[in-house]
Nanobody, 123 residues
């Protein structure tokens, strides 16, 4: 069974830092793009950053210069380092991964979500 398990959320004061981790486990043939999304109360889920298996990163403008995404392919883990946090960064952060699964000679891609981790930034 494939799982994405997130950790690292919490309560932090404005200007502080947090690092989120997301580890993929299970019967996975290949992990393709991994990313982080967030959803604030009353708002739609939005992309924060993603990174390809080759390490090419994409970060949205609202967090560029403050957030960094990285991954450790040997550990099947993606990280989101968040610095200079602002109250408007408060949200549930979700990990997402595009995985290639296999069974016998069949291969297929499927997207998975983590359970979400709460990040709260106080002013």
């Amino acid at each position: 069974q494939v799982q994405l398990v997130e950790s690292g959320g919490g309560l932090v004061q404005a200007g502080g830092s947090l690092r989120l981790s997301c580890a993929a486990s299970g019967s996975i043939f290949r992990i393709n793009t991994m990313g982080w999304y967030r959803q604030a109360p009353g708002k739609q889920r939005e992309l924060v950053a993603d990174i390809t298996s080759g390490g090419s990163a994409n970060i949205v403008d609202s967090v560029k210069g403050r957030f960094t995404i990285s991954r450790d392919n040997a550990k099947n883990t993606v990280y989101l380092r968040m610095n200079s946090l602002k109250p408007e960064d408060t949200a549930v952060y979700y990990c997402n991964a595009d995985l290639t699964l296999s069974y016998g000679s069949s291969f297929w891609n499927r997207g998975y979500w983590g359970q979400g981790t709460q990040v709260t930034v106080s002013s």
